[in-house]
């Protein structure tokens, strides 16, 4: 059974710092790989998707590595600011495309 | 196409009632799905269709919930004598049939069961 872990838990930074966030999971028969940013109350919004035959993906200020063999992934975002703090979530997709998520982590961007 | 959406954003019903909640996927998307999340958790899968055909039920999804996508279009989620424990928010998404798509999630239904 796939099982998606996230460290940390939650995350305070000041304004301008750059930060990884981590996401493991425990099959690495995975189809693709994808980060979304919660806010309160609301919907996911999509920010990268990586395959499985891809190591990284960027868009703007964010990077998302992935190592299938390892089943590790990491989220980098660089210069971050205040609009940045949601909570952020990694989800795995198997062969039914059916997404298995972690429980995020909760980031705070202080200015 | 603006993307996905869900109705209604807010429910709050008493225990015992039915509710239906709606989801338009985005219209290319072949793929539907169903999740819930309860607060400080990551989304727990509830089923997926593909056009009208259900394809998979979570176990999470008991005798009271049902889903539907009558035309493969739009779908709906229905649950009957709603309990308390039901209390979360449900999210809809969709994707393209293909392996490798990424979701587009809709805003979500937040249902309160008092």
């Known amino acids: 059974k796939q099982e998606v872990t996230q460290i940390p838990a939650a995350l305070s930074v000041p304004e301008g710092e750059n930060l990884v966030l981590n996401c493991s999971f425990t099959?690495?028969?995975?189809?693709?790989l994808q980060w979304f940013r919660q806010d309160p109350g609301k919907g996911l919004t999509s920010l990268l998707l990586?395959?499985?035959?891809?190591r990284e993906q960027t868009s703007g200020r964010l990077n998302a590595s992935l190592d299938k063999s390892s089943g590790r992934s990491t989220l980098y975002i660089a210069a971050s600011q205040p609009g940045d703090s949601a909570t952020y979530l990694c989800?795995?997709?198997?062969?039914?495309?059916?997404?298995?998520f972690g429980t995020g982590t909760l980031l705070a961007v202080q200015p | 196409d603006t993307g996905v959406s869900q109705d209604p954003r807010h429910k709050i019903t008493k225990r015992g009632q039915n509710v239906t909640f709606r989801c338009d996927p985005i219209s290319e998307h072949n793929r539907l799905y169903w999740y819930r999340q309860t607060l400080g958790q990551g989304p727990e899968f509830l089923t997926y269709f593909q056009n009208e055909a259900q394809l998979e039920k979570s176990r999470l999804l008991s005798d009271r919930f049902s889903a539907e996508r009558p035309k493969g279009s739009f779908s709906t989620l229905e649950i009957q004598r709603t309990e308390q424990g039901d209390s979360a928010m449900y999210l809809c998404?969709?994707?393209?049939?293909?392996?490798?798509?990424?979701?587009?999630f809709g805003s979500g239904t937040r249902l309160t069961v008092v």
């Open positions: 990586i395959q499985s035959s891809q």
């Open positions: 989800a795995v997709a198997g062969a039914t495309n059916k997404l298995i």
């Open positions: 998404a969709s994707s393209q049939t293909e392996l490798g798509y990424g979701y587009t």
């Open positions: 099959d690495s028969a995975i189809y693709n």
